[in-house]
């Protein structure tokens, strides 16, 4: 049995699809997930729309009305049968983050018992065998196992093993 | 540099003390922390209050109005100036304390970067080379140097070092 960590914002919840969809209604410009390769919104949009974009995770329910990864709920449920998973997300940044995030677990991933949630800032608190991440900040500082899970921003990382859509997962537990 | 782990509740923050105060208005009648020795309120109220007692973390508000324990903040503004202090909080239990605590962190120990504020279930999850804690679940797990805080329910310890009050801590570190 290992200690699973798993990240939630584009993991389990889909937060860059959050982005497009707020930024098209707000200049009505759909940018697409393949336009992001490598790289995140805010550093692809007219300078003058940045900050805006930038302000998007502050707002009361970003992080509550967030689309489930495909598959992670079917995935994540099978993997906590066999193993220890911890949520493990970084909550302290927006401070209506924590109570959305709150709420969106217990509305889509409420098998995972509270004494498995953690929110933090920097995950280097945070201790288990492996650690399934989108960000090279938070893999490359664990201690143990490191998997990325693909997301745009993450597409030219090739210093981890890589998870590419929950499904995979079956390769690797 | 440590990195020093510090739990909220009879800690950094009087739980004990709004128990105590919301008995009295609902029931009439003050205990005493003296009173509490080795215990909580819930066990020695009569068993006809004891669910009502139980209930008061539920409410929303109960953990932003905590005071502060006495020391406590000029003492960890210290200790954080010389080592790496994260506050290391069990707040998934009750709903309202994500905000509440968040709120209350704001306030009183801005100093502590969001970075480095973790709320949390089970704190076996927590990796740091010092845990202050007021609990036997939570410092008997710990990997590094456990640390009890001196609360009434805790006096009976005899297994940990102790940190009876704030200005102890200079013995310490």
Chains 1, 2 share one sequence.
């Not at 982005?19 to 790289?39: A, M, P, S, V």
Request: glycine letters at 4%.
């Amino acid at each position: 049995m290992l200690r699973i960590l798993i990240d939630m914002d584009d993991v389990m919840a889909d937060a860059t699809k959050q982005f497009l969809d707020l930024y098209e209604r707000d200049f009505g410009i759909r940018y697409t997930k393949e336009q992001l390769h490598g790289t995140k919104l805010s550093a692809i949009v007219p300078p003058e729309h940045k900050q805006k974009v930038l302000m998007y995770p502050h707002r009361k329910g970003f992080f509550k009305d967030l689309p489930v990864i495909e598959n992670s709920k079917e995935v994540i449920e099978e993997l906590n049968k066999r193993h220890e998973v911890f949520i493990v997300s970084a909550a302290m940044e927006f401070k209506h983050s924590l109570y959305d995030k709150f709420e969106w677990l217990a509305e889509h991933f409420s098998f995972i018992p509270w004494k498995r949630r953690v929110f933090c800032g920097d995950k280097t608190i945070a201790k288990g065998d492996v650690l399934i991440d989108d960000h090279d900040f938070n893999l490359s500082l664990f201690a143990g196992r490191a998997i990325v899970f693909t997301a745009p921003h993450n597409v030219h990382y090739t210093e981890y093993e890589r998870l590419d859509g929950w499904l995979d997962a079956h390769h690797f537990f």
